[in-house]
């Protein structure tokens, strides 16, 4: 019955590999976003996507790329995984644009 | 610029004493703040949004303020509870221009201890 659900919950890597995390929710809404939360703890919004388009695409170094098969689906591949991209990444949807986001339980992705 | 500040970056206090939370931003054009919890490990939970019109807001045990001319809300949490334990964060939302876009800015949150 989980809400957003990522896959994998842990991500143990070596630098300069390729990695995805995956991202599902079934409460019917439109709007799928990724967030990076570093070790500071703050939010930061990576990506979002209405309906399969990207709505949002804040300055992130293009190794990363979103894709959505569907508006139920959002994952995220990294290429050539960098030290820096340690991190917690969020999943999150909304019903709309503008209303409130229900978050996945984050990846915690470490790069060694 | 816009940004969102809160404080105090932690506290610690014990079970069933209250305490308040302060977000002062400075984002314009306002269109909404929420105030988020997110518990060790896992993703952060909506408690309550703010528009413009509102003063204050109540979910419970948690009471949301907003003074929207001098920027400021405050978190009010009666009665803590061990399960308050979390970090909590302010998120103000700004109309990023003339369509339906918003661009959301976080705090960096307030981490709360409850002790028993």
């Known amino acids: 019955d989980t809400a957003v659900s990522q896959t994998p919950k842990y991500l143990v890597t070596q630098m300069g590999n390729d990695k995805s995390i995956k991202c599902e929710q079934n409460?019917?809404?439109?709007?799928m976003y990724w967030y990076k939360q570093d070790s500071k703890k703050f939010l930061k919004i990576m990506f979002s996507?209405?309906?399969?388009?990207?709505?949002i695409n804040e300055t992130v170094p293009n190794r990363f790329s979103p894709k959505s098969p569907d508006k139920a689906h959002l994952n995220l591949h990294i290429n050539s995984l960098e030290l820096g991209d340690s991190a917690v990444y969020f999943c999150?949807?909304?019903?709309?644009?503008?209303?409130?986001?229900?978050f996945g339980q984050g990846t915690r992705l470490t790069v060694v | 610029k816009n940004q969102v500040e809160q404080s105090p970056q932690s506290l610690i206090i014990l079970e069933g004493k209250n305490c308040t939370l302060q977000?002062?931003?400075?984002?314009?054009?306002?269109?909404?703040l929420r105030w988020y919890k997110q518990d060790t490990g896992r993703g952060p939970v909506s408690l309550t949004i703010?528009?413009?019109s509102e003063n204050t807001k109540s979910n419970g045990r948690y009471t949301a303020t907003l003074d929207a001319d001098t920027k400021q809300s405050s978190l009010h949490i009666t009665a803590s509870q061990l399960s308050d334990s979390a970090s909590y964060i302010c998120v103000v939302s700004a109309r990023a221009n003339a369509g339906n876009n918003r661009k959301l800015i976080w705090g960096l949150g307030t981490s709360l201890a409850v002790n028993p």
């Open positions: 409460l019917g809404h439109d709007t």
């Open positions: 703010m528009t413009f």
């Open positions: 977000c002062n931003y400075t984002v314009s054009p306002f269109s909404n």
């Open positions: 999150a949807s909304s019903l709309g644009r503008n209303t409130e986001a229900f």
């Open positions: 996507y209405n309906n399969k388009e990207l709505i």
